[in-house]
């Protein structure tokens, strides 16, 4: 391992924690809770315009765009089609479909609004079962157990579009 690797992924064993025989609640918000942190580290010790840079000329991608786009995708499937909340996206729309990625801009609010999505979205898991409820517009009805599923196949995808943006910015790799 280069050591470049070794350092930045120092301790990288710590997120994943959870018994691999555990129940089904606590293996999925255990490997949803290892997802967020993966990607914190993804992001961490970079500057404000690391996380803007687009790394992959053209494409509009950027780690501070993943953050943004995270946090309005646990925003939908969770406060607004299970809770039910009339909460609409922060960052994109029907006219600016791409507002996550091409308004990417304010570092501690565009972390801010993830992080307390976060903790939006681990509170409700943790007070309902998960056979709760919802509906979405477009997948009909769904249950909190397949929004988790969903959420950290969202975080893997976003994780290796992290991976290469962050070897761009500074050599950085994951393990």
């Keep these: 391992m280069s050591p470049r690797r070794a350092e930045l992924y120092a301790g ?3 997120r994943f924690t959870t018994d691999a025989t555990a129940d089904e609640r606590t293996i999925l918000t255990g490997m949803l809770a290892a997802q967020r942190r993966t990607f914190e580290m993804k992001c961490a010790g ?3 315009e690391q996380l803007r840079s687009r790394a ?4 509009t991608l950027s780690l501070l765009g993943l953050v ?5 995708v646990e925003r939908r499937w969770v406060r607004m089609d299970l809770a039910g909340e009339d909460a609409g996206p922060l960052y ?3 006219e600016h479909p791409d507002g996550d990625f091409e308004g990417a801009g304010d570092v501690e609010a565009d972390w801010d609004a993830w992080r307390e999505q976060v903790a939006f979205t681990t509170k409700y898991i943790e007070a309902n079962d998960l056979d709760a409820g919802g509906r979405d517009h477009w997948r009909g ?3 909190l157990r397949w929004v988790i599923a969903h959420l ?3 975080y893997a995808r976003h994780l290796g579009h992290a991976d290469l943006l962050r070897e761009r910015i500074d050599g950085s ?3």
Excluded: Q
């Design 56 to 59: 992959v000329e053209p494409s």
């Design 68 to 72: 943004r786009h995270l946090t309005d």
């Design 12 to 14: 990288d064993e710590s």
């Design 173 to 175: 790799v994951g393990l």
């Design 141 to 143: 009805p769904l249950t």
């Design 152 to 154: 950290i196949e969202e």
């Design 46 to 48: 970079l500057t404000g």
């Design 92 to 94: 994109s729309s029907p």
